[in-house]
């Protein structure tokens, strides 16, 4: 029954389902590579924030995640190369979670608030980045379609 079942292919063939599937990607590819932007925009406060979390080279993580955010929120968004956009913002947001919204380390009840809503933020966002990777090597509705499978 499993596997009958892991052998159903995907399918967009409900009504809206490819425009919905569409909006969604947009909505989370967008917002991430918006994110990716910000790093860009504001590095020095970044790279504050990172040096501050004993992340190493500090600015070079800044700036990488940025490029990262962007060419994954983009690849989501418009469907190019979905399972390396998908796949590094999972990896990303996982990674983020815990080196940069560390709520349990941290004393001040309103920070520590804070680091919890964006270490929960990172989570979801890699669940739904893992669930597109799941689903990667499919046809995407309204997708520009070059990938690696």
Known sequence: ???????????????????LFLVGRLLFGGVLAFMGLNHFLDVDTMAGY????????????VIASGVLLVLG???????????????????FLLVSAVTMHDFWAVDDPEQ?????????????????AFALLAIGGTSWPYAVGIGLF
Not at 1 to 19: K, N, V
Not at 50 to 61: G, V
Not at 112 to 128: D, I, M, P
Request: zero cysteines; aromatic letters at 8%.
């Open 112 to 128: 520590r608030q804070s680091e919890l809503t964006g270490f929960l933020k990172n989570v979801y966002g890699a669940g739904a």
């Open 50 to 61: 990172a040096e501050f979390k004993r992340l190493p080279a500090p600015r070079f993580s």
């Open 73 to 91: 929120g983009v690849g989501v968004a418009i469907g190019l190369y979905p399972v390396l956009a998908a796949g590094g913002l999972a990896v």
């Open 1 to 19: 029954m499993i596997a009958e079942l892991l052998t159903i292919p995907l399918q967009f063939d409900t009504t809206l389902s490819g425009e």
